[in-house]
Nanobody, 114 residues
Framework: VQLQASGGGLVQPGGSLRLSCAAS????????MGWYRQAPGKQRELVAA???????NYADSVKGRFTISRDNAKKSVFLQMNSLKPEDTAVYYC?????????WGQGTQVTVSS
């Protein structure tokens, strides 16, 4: 199983980015999917998660600005990030729970700076 994340980059404060992550390999079903981030010198933290049925939860710091979604047929998860702030700068990792095991993508850098 592999997770391939994309969509990171450099954006000005107040801007938007959309992250995508696609799972590939011998996968029958994916349970929860999510996004974590890790800023320099800080611990990795949950940004948002979504169940197979579409229930979501978000870190307080991103509520109202970020939206997580998924496409079960394409084994993909997305993170729409609006109103970005400098403190959102981090490496973002996607994750997928498959058969009780958590898989991680390689990470994509998001930098919010003027």
């Amino acid at each position: 199983v592999q997770l391939q994340a994309s969509g990171g980059g450099l954006v000005q404060p107040g801007g938007s980015l959309r992250l995508s992550c696609a799972a590939s390999g011998n996968i029958f079903s994916i349970n929860s999917m999510g996004w974590y981030r890790q800023a320099p010198g800080k611990q990795r933290e949950l940004v948002a998660a979504i169940t197979r049925g579409g229930s979501t939860n978000y870190a307080d710091s991103v509520k109202g600005r970020f939206t997580i979604s998924r496409d079960n047929a394409k084994k993909s998860v997305f993170l729409q990030m609006n109103s970005l702030k400098p403190e959102d700068t981090a490496v973002y990792y996607c994750t997928a729970e498959i058969s009780t095991r958590n898989y991680w993508g390689q990470g994509t850098q998001v930098t919010v700076s003027s």
